[in-house]
């Protein structure tokens, strides 16, 4: 392969996935900003979880272009239902706390279980789009796409934590986080349904 198409193919490759996780910054700042107000999840369970989700992802793409149909195109509007659950059931114990008078930390999902879900949950419908790349690339080809997502992937955590530290962020957090983290998650969970088809 020459350095021309490599070029070209890194370039494709990284537009693909900015295009695809454009709202993988908002959950991963969400995340690092509840990781700085309440201490959970740890920043290395949303870097682990995060790789371990997307790595999922990729396989099942990777997979889904060899032939194995792993996950049924109709049924991706599920994954929709884990932030929608999560973003509900926050909402609800915020409620519940303002009426006692009390308040809840942001957070939404802890340990690298709760993270690695919500990549995938979030990124559920990129299967769609990655299956017909990575079944017209070769393997030299296919190899250096994952790469550049993964890379793609470092990127996106390193920009969020950045994010997050932010002392606007970390204050409207702490005084909204309550009531922003859920309708973020709720929103998420819509999308993810609608995008996947669902309601066509």
Known sequence: MLAGEIFALV?????????????????????????????????WQIWAGQYTGFAVLVAVSVAAAAGLALVPVRWLWLLGLLPL????????????????GRTVPPV????????????????????????????????????IIIAVFMAGVALYCLASSRFATRRTVIR?????????????????????????????
């Open 11 to 43: 370039l494709t490759a990284a537009v693909l996935f900015a295009v695809t996780n454009a709202d993988d910054i908002l959950v991963l700042t969400v995340l690092n900003a509840s990781s700085q107000a309440g201490g959970q999840p740890r920043r």
């Open 108 to 143: 939404v999902v802890t340990g690298l279980a709760g993270v690695t879900g919500l990549t995938i949950a979030n990124g559920g419908d990129n299967i769609a789009v990655y299956t017909p790349v990575f079944r017209t690339s070769g393997v030299t080809s296919t190899a």
């Open 172 to 200: 409207t957090l702490r005084r909204w986080g309550q009531w922003v983290v859920p309708v973020v998650f709720i929103g998420l969970g819509c999308y993810i349904i609608y995008a996947a088809g669902a309601l066509a």
């Open 85 to 100: 659950g999560l973003g509900l059931g926050k909402l609800a114990t915020a409620v519940r706390a303002r009426r006692s």
